[in-house]
């Protein structure tokens, strides 16, 4: 995990006990993914840069108290995040239970009190209260993601949306759609220097 420790160094505090929980997820998503085929990810090396820092190169947008993590799959953006900010409730959403039992297995084997894990299409989700964020790793397009997570996004919220570099063309097509919501975009920051390809869109209502 030298890799993880090294690229967080700078940009995060994360414990022995933190890296270790990181060590788990990634010995563990190797072993499940020979059967369930998690992700593309084979080796230890591409869960790391591609699961696990991919992840928490968004560590410094989270403001929230309550997130939610919209087309989760096995748990990724929110069970790395949900490792680093232990004090943050995060909900893990997604339609694929065979990935989703990969997060909860998670969950179980790191005793985890602060993620709930729904097996749930986005369309029929109803929280027990509106979200302070909520985040998609590559789940949708930029409109389809404003469309799901306002009914559901607290008043002064934000939308967490991680995207690639056809993130401009989305953002221009999100503008027109929702004239009421700002839309911010920034280079995320990677341990393989693709900062020109990963991209945060954070979007915010300028009317409530």
Request: negative net charge; contains cysteine; charged residues 20%.
């Amino acid at each position: 995990m030298k890799v993880l420790a090294d690229w967080a160094a700078s940009r995060l505090s994360l414990d022995e006990a933190q890296l270790n929980a990181f060590e788990l997820v990634c010995s563990e998503h190797l072993k499940w993914n020979t059967v369930f085929n998690l992700s593309a990810h084979r080796s230890h090396d591409q869960v790391v840069n591609d699961q696990l820092i991919d992840s928490l190169t968004v560590a410094d947008a989270i403001t929230g108290s309550s997130i939610l993590d919209i087309g989760t799959g096995p748990g990724f953006p929110g069970l790395p995040l949900a490792i680093t900010f232990p004090d943050i409730q995060f909900v893990l959403l997604d339609s694929n239970a065979k990935k989703l039992a990969f997060a909860k297995h998670v969950v179980g084997l790191l005793k985890l009190q602060n993620v709930e894990i729904v097996h749930q299409r986005i369309e029929h989700y109803v929280p027990a209260h509106k979200h302070d964020q909520i985040i998609s790793r590559a789940f949708c397009s930029l409109s389809d993601m404003i469309h799901y997570a306002l009914p559901i996004l607290a008043p002064n919220g934000q939308i967490l949306a991680m995207k690639g570099p056809g993130v401009f063309t989305e953002q221009a097509d999100a503008e027109l759609k929702y004239p009421r919501c700002k839309i911010n975009v920034r280079a995320l920051h990677h341990a393989r220097d693709e900062e020109k390809t990963r991209f945060l869109a954070t979007v915010t209502r300028t009317e409530t």
